[in-house]
């Protein structure tokens, strides 16, 4: 068998690289795999603030025109309605390709630092394992932000609810770290990969470069929802879901792929 056509072990079962995860379309390059079919959310599980795990309030997250979108045209208000769309599967060791762009305004009364605010979340708890009126996962976020045309405002960032990161081998427990992106205003599409090995090296890539770089992701033992999934008192994180953000700016995505990596 050819190095191409060898199948991916997925923690949740075997996928072909040359077919995507829901048996759909073919992937367009060898080893990736699209998580999305294109069509609609199968395989996917939203988790909104006030809501159970797949109950998706106000058609937040939806697909149209083969795009996944997060949009909030349902919503009278975002009254602190924070939503993530979780993958069907956990994953280790892996490199994750997003294209995406913010669209349009942001739901009325949604927090001001939420504005052209998304992102991916890596190394997540389960959306089932999640409280009810649970914001965010436990998880490392992948930080997308869109600029307002005027000021700098770096994509591809770092965020840690939950959690924390090393950087150089010093713990760091700052909610939010900055990579060294350029800013992209407006609708344009941006691509932000990135590159995770466990418990080991993680790597952000805007459009092809690499933008941060941290280790060792683990848990906030002073966080009461991180603090109920330690076991046996080791604090470090090894694998988990991949979740799709939802903080009150409407935001598509167009490619969600995956490469998994040898262990």
Request: aromatic letters at 10%.
């Amino acid at each position: 068998m050819s190095l191409a056509l060898a199948p991916i072990l997925f923690l949740g079962g075997v996928v072909t690289p040359d077919r995507d995860a829901s048996g759909g379309e073919p992937a367009r390059e060898g080893g990736w795999v699209s998580l999305f079919n294109g069509k609609d959310l199968e395989g996917w599980t939203p988790k909104i603030k006030g809501y159970a795990a797949g109950e998706n309030y106000g058609d937040t997250f939806r697909v149209e025109n083969g795009r996944l979108k997060v949009a909030y045209d349902k919503y009278p208000k975002f009254d602190g309605h924070f939503g993530h769309l979780f993958f069907k599967d956990k994953f280790r060791n892996y490199r994750l390709r997003v294209e995406y762009r913010f669209v349009g305004d942001q739901c009325p009364e949604g927090p001001g630092w939420a504005i052209r605010n998304s992102g991916v979340m890596i190394h997540c708890q389960s959306p089932q394992s999640m409280g009810k009126d649970q914001e965010f996962p436990v998880s490392v976020e992948v930080q997308y932000l869109g600029g307002d045309g005027k000021k700098t405002r770096p994509t591809g960032n770092v965020c840690t609810p939950g959690t924390h990161i090393e950087m150089g081998g010093k713990l760091i427990t700052q909610h939010c770290i900055d990579s060294k992106s350029k800013t992209y205003h407006g609708d344009q599409w941006v691509t932000v990969e990135v590159e995770v090995h466990g418990n080991g090296k993680i790597k952000h890539l805007v459009n092809g470069e690499v933008v941060l770089e941290y280790e060792k992701p683990q848990y906030d033992d002073g966080d009461k929802d991180a603090k109920a999934l330690i076991q046996g008192g080791d604090r470090m994180i090894h694998e988990g879901y991949i979740a799709l953000q939802a903080e009150s700016h409407p935001i598509e995505f167009r490619k969600v792929e995956i490469l998994v990596l040898d262990k």
